[in-house]
């Protein structure tokens, strides 16, 4: 089992794969594993201090060795260590870098068609189970990125008159953020590209109506004049 691919999956829930074996990983190593793929090569202390933060020292240190001892002896050789160095091998493939890697390509409007777009379109919430601080900071990064890479894509399929996905994609920003007015401009974008105003006009008063319910606020100039120039 030491040998071969290694998938690391932190959207939804854990799971380490090798092959099409799910492999059981105690909840300590868990959170080595998903650190070192949030954060990259990490200094023991650090690793120990952030996941035991309550812990003594010398505690949080033993912490992290049972928790390393316990991968090893599993056989699944998925972190290298050099002196106080840890860091996941080579060999190990993670879902949150492939997605942040993607997401960066389609905002950047480069890399391969398609395999971008999919990975920004499929992502799922980091870890939504977990509640520690670093991990809250990393889901709320996250989200952030796929919603700007979300945003630019649909403008991107409207600007190449591939209205329908443009729109699924500016759809998937508001569900996923609905009071975020930059991802109901992308849906308006999409509206007035496939020149139909009135369903426009339509979302604009309906989220005006959400604004005005939930916050007390009105959508901003740069809305409304989107709408009244159509």
């Known amino acids: 089992m030491s040998e071969g691919r290694w998938q690391l999956s932190l959207f939804g829930r854990f799971q380490l794969r090798c092959a099409d074996e799910i492999i059981p990983v105690p909840a300590s190593a868990q959170r080595v594993l998903a650190y070192l793929a949030v954060y990259g090569p ?9 996941l035991w933060p309550f812990a003594a020292e ?15 002896q599993r056989g699944q050789q998925v972190v290298d260590s050099r002196f106080d ?13 492939e997605f942040a890697a993607g997401a960066r390509c389609l905002l950047g ?6 395999w971008a777009d999919s990975v920004v379109l499929t992502a799922d919430t980091l870890l939504p189970d977990w509640d520690e601080e670093w991990v809250r900071i990393e889901r709320e990064r996250l989200h952030q990125l796929r919603l700007h890479a979300l945003e630019t894509f649909a403008r991107r399929l409207s600007r190449e008159r591939q209205h329908a996905a443009a729109l699924d994609a500016a759809l998937l920003a508001v569900r996923l953020e609905p009071l975020r ?4 401009r992308a849906v308006l974008t999409v509206h007035l590209a496939a020149g139909d105003p ?27 004049a989107m709408v009244q120039s159509a």
Do not use: C, K, Y
């Open 42 to 50: 990490s200094v023991r202390p650090v690793v120990a201090g952030t």
């Open 58 to 72: 010398f505690r949080a240190q033993g912490n992290l060795r049972s928790a390393l001892w316990r991968l090893s």
């Open 85 to 97: 160095l840890l860091a996941l091998s080579a060999t190990v493939t993670v879902d949150i870098l």
């Open 109 to 114: 409007g480069s890399g391969e068609p398609g």
């Open 181 to 184: 007015e930059s991802a109901h």
């Open 198 to 224: 009135a369903t426009a006009a339509r979302h604009f008063e309906a989220f005006r109506a959400l604004l005005r319910r939930e916050l007390g606020i009105e959508p901003s100039r740069r809305m409304r």
